[in-house]
């Protein structure tokens, strides 16, 4: 785990997976004992590009390699900056040589350089087609962060998709006389996919919706082919005309397409979905509403957040902390690598 890539940051990307077949190839006529290691070895996946990102970036890899207790031998950490206008800085480059198994800087987004959401999704499904002997691949929204120990979620037996529903409805529909309703429908007919039968609740609101996922903590055990498969149904929504009545910031009616396909790609692997524990994706801006549920969490048994654009300002953390959860020795961490930049100073959430 976190070596640095064997060739420098421009090594040919063609020699390098000549030289993972070379590998693998080799990997072939070895025990099964070890084969077996190989196919339990797990990739986290994060774009990195030039601006706010950088920053973020940072802080989710150092995260990991301080707060993971598992074997390191079984997990590597790979990034993508895949539009050719938003490469990162030098200092950037500098950091990820040192501290990711490899940084992908190849355009590999030419198709929708406009729509930089599915930037991750391109990179996941590039890598999970030339790197089959990662069975265990997890898709990290850049600005999220681990705060404790994941690697009871990694030891998981069988097959999984780990997915938290999102945290408001949004573009979601509760049922029929919802206005988002006839979208869903049109996508499930038009992509020939089984409408669902259940519902889920958003972390948030506490609305009850059919199924629409947080793409900002993914994980996929056993399941190939699923981020590619997720990447084929977003190409596919994107160029039809089938759009929801919701509009998102700057009128954008294309706005969470992104995490609409990951429900209809979920739909067709439906069985395979494992709730993620709310430690897990913790949407840490409605934090001080939370807090007041019977079932709150507090900092202390918190995993993984993810902050949006929140750690950007510098009074974010004593806004939703006590001056005992402070005084904690992650909180204590993160708040020694805040804020992030640039600042901000907008109101907050709540």
Request: contains cysteine; hydrophobic residues 40%; aromatic residues 14%.
């Amino acid at each position: 785990m976190y070596t640095t890539a064997s060739q420098p940051m421009g090594f040919n990307l063609i020699q390098w997976l000549r030289y993972l077949n070379l590998f693998i190839c080799h990997s072939q006529h070895r025990k099964t004992s070890f084969m077996s290691e190989v196919k339990h070895k797990t990739a986290i996946l994060l774009v990195v590009e030039k601006g706010y990102i950088e920053h973020q970036a940072k802080l989710l890899v150092e995260s990991i390699h301080t707060f993971y207790g598992g074997d390191k031998a079984t997990l590597d950490v790979f990034s993508f900056s895949p539009r050719k206008n938003f490469k990162p800085d030098a200092s950037t480059y500098e950091f990820l040589s040192q501290y990711v198994t490899h940084h992908f800087d190849e355009n590999l987004n030419t198709e929708f350089e406009e729509f930089p959401l599915i930037n991750g999704h391109i990179g996941a499904s590039f890598f999970e087609q030339n790197f089959p002997e990662y069975s265990q691949i997890m898709l990290l929204d850049t600005d999220t962060v681990f705060l404790q120990d994941f690697d009871f979620l990694l030891q998981q037996a069988g097959s999984g998709l780990y997915l938290a529903p999102v945290d408001n409805k949004g573009v979601g529909s509760s049922g029929v006389a919802d206005e988002n309703h006839a979208f869903w429908r049109q996508l499930y007919a038009f992509l020939a996919i089984d409408e669902p039968t259940s519902k889920v609740v958003t972390t948030v609101g506490q609305d009850r919706i059919w199924p629409y996922y947080n793409a900002g903590f993914v994980c996929a055990r056993g399941i190939p082919g699923f981020y590619t498969q997720w990447l084929t149904y977003f190409k596919t929504i994107y160029a039809s005309n089938i759009r929801s009545v919701f509009t998102g910031k700057h009128g954008s009616k294309s706005i969470f397409l992104e995490q609409v396909a990951l429900a209809l790609t979920a739909q067709q692997h439906r069985e395979s979905i494992i709730d993620l524990p709310k430690s897990i994706n913790y949407p840490i801006p409605f934090h001080p509403r939370l807090k007041h549920r019977s079932d709150a969490l507090a900092l202390s048994d918190l995993v993984h957040l993810h902050y949006h654009r929140w750690f950007q300002h510098p009074g974010f953390l004593t806004h939703i902390a006590t001056p005992e959860e402070m005084s904690t020795e992650s909180i204590k961490w993160l708040a020694a690598r805040l804020p992030l930049s640039p600042r901000i100073n907008d109101p907050f959430k709540c």
